[in-house]
């Protein structure tokens, strides 16, 4: 059971650059998140989505976007990368949105 | 304003001994969840236990119990037996009840286990 899977693990970008974060889930759960840790500090929101067809600004939405296609799928996409988006991405997914949130394994993203 | 204070920035335990972690919030709603991950060097994000604001018993998994007193605002895991392998940043999370259903992150609590 792969559970939530992101890729890659590691990224170096130039300022100016786009790229997109991928994030999976084989849990079949509707409700699935982007958040962003920066040092020394919690998780926070960026977006997400209750289902298939639906997307939602989080707490930090700007300079991002995202999709949701399928149940499975919810990629992040960084429109042109700039050194203050330089941290760890989590994503995560929930059966329904009041379920507790199971976290990937991350993505460290430098832009310089 | 901060809506989940974690006081400990940092704390050391013994092996074998339990530790207690604390977690203090802030809100006006009646129906909440709190939450416990475990972050080890490794970086991922480990749920560890739930507690539903209406929950009326403390709840517990395994070597983890969440010391949960409403009036006080408090949600304190305590660990029992700690190992060698629950060195780890510790992050309380309280999730709004709101559309975004967005978990709201303290800033950690960084745990040692000296052998």
């Known amino acids: 059971n792969a559970g939530v899977t992101q890729t890659p693990k590691f990224q170096v970008l130039k300022t100016g650059q786009s790229m997109t974060l991928q994030c999976a889930q084989d849990?079949?759960?509707?409700?699935m998140s982007w958040y962003r840790q920066d040092p020394g500090m919690g998780l926070r929101l960026i977006h997400y989505?209750?289902?298939?067809?639906?997307?939602d600004q989080g707490e930090v939405p700007n300079g991002y976007n995202v999709s949701r296609s399928t149940t499975e799928d919810f990629p992040l996409r960084l429109l042109s990368a700039a050194p203050s988006q330089t941290s760890v991405y989590f994503c995560?997914?929930?059966?329904?949105?009041?379920?507790?949130?199971?976290f990937g394994p991350g993505t460290r993203l430098t832009v310089l | 304003a901060q809506k989940i204070t974690q006081t400990q920035p940092g704390m050391f335990v013994q092996e074998k001994e339990a530790v207690t972690l604390d977690c203090t919030y802030d809100?006006?709603?009646?129906?909440?969840?709190l939450f416990w991950y475990k972050q080890p060097s490794s970086g991922e994000m480990i749920f560890l236990i739930y507690?539903?604001?209406?929950?009326?018993q403390n709840a517990t998994e395994g070597r983890y119990s969440l010391n949960f007193q409403k009036a006080r605002k408090s949600a304190n895991l305590v660990i029992s037996a700690s190992q060698l392998g629950d060195s780890a940043m510790y992050f309380c999370?309280?999730?709004?009840?709101?559309?975004?259903?967005?978990?709201?992150f303290g800033s950690g609590t960084r745990l040692l286990v000296r052998p």
């Open positions: 999370a309280m999730r709004e009840v709101d559309s975004s259903y967005k978990l709201i």
């Open positions: 995560a997914s929930s059966y329904s949105g009041q379920g507790t949130q199971y």
């Open positions: 507690q539903g604001s209406y929950d009326e």
């Open positions: 849990m079949n759960h509707e409700y």
């Open positions: 809100t006006s709603d009646q129906s909440y969840g």
């Open positions: 989505s209750v289902g298939a067809g639906i997307t």
